[in-house]
């Protein structure tokens, strides 16, 4: 199970830092993502931890400006937003890929079919 949290209220320009809880010990062997999806649009991509923390992934959109990392020993993945825009505002699901300890590419790390659990998603609004 995985519970994401830390959504808000931001004005443009803010920060927020998401972070997404598994109740699993195993959660440690997997590549976690973070996805997003706004009113009337599909999920979409937003960055991608591996396992071990030695790879990253980001959506061009957000490049530069948020930070994925993680806490194995607390079984924690985390999505740090920086100078944030009106247009990121969305519910922010993090999900846990399919396959442990894979190596994976951002093309498929980018397909929500990749991962196999999600969270309940937790809303980020920016205001302008």
């Known amino acids: 199970q995985l519970q994401a949290s830390g959504g808000g209220l931001v004005q443009a320009g803010g920060s927020l830092k998401l972070s997404c809880a598994a109740s699993?010990?195993?959660?440690?062997?997997?590549?976690t993502g973070w996805f997003r999806q706004a009113p009337g649009n599909e999920r979409e991509f937003v960055a991608l931890i591996s396992w071990s923390s030695r790879s990253q992934y980001y959506a061009d959109s957000v490049k530069g400006r948020f930070t994925i990392s993680r806490d194995n020993a607390k079984n924690t993945v985390y999505l740090q937003m920086n100078s944030l825009k009106p247009e990121d505002t969305a519910v922010y699901y993090c999900?846990?890929?399919?396959?442990?300890?894979?190596?994976?590419?951002?093309?498929?790390?980018?397909?929500?079919?990749?991962?196999?659990?999600w969270g309940q998603g937790t809303l980020v609004t920016v205001s302008s």
């Open positions: 999900a846990r890929y399919w396959s442990a300890r894979a190596w994976t590419t951002f093309g498929v790390a980018s397909r929500p079919s990749n991962y196999a659990y």
């Open positions: 699993e010990s195993t959660f440690s062997d997997y590549a």
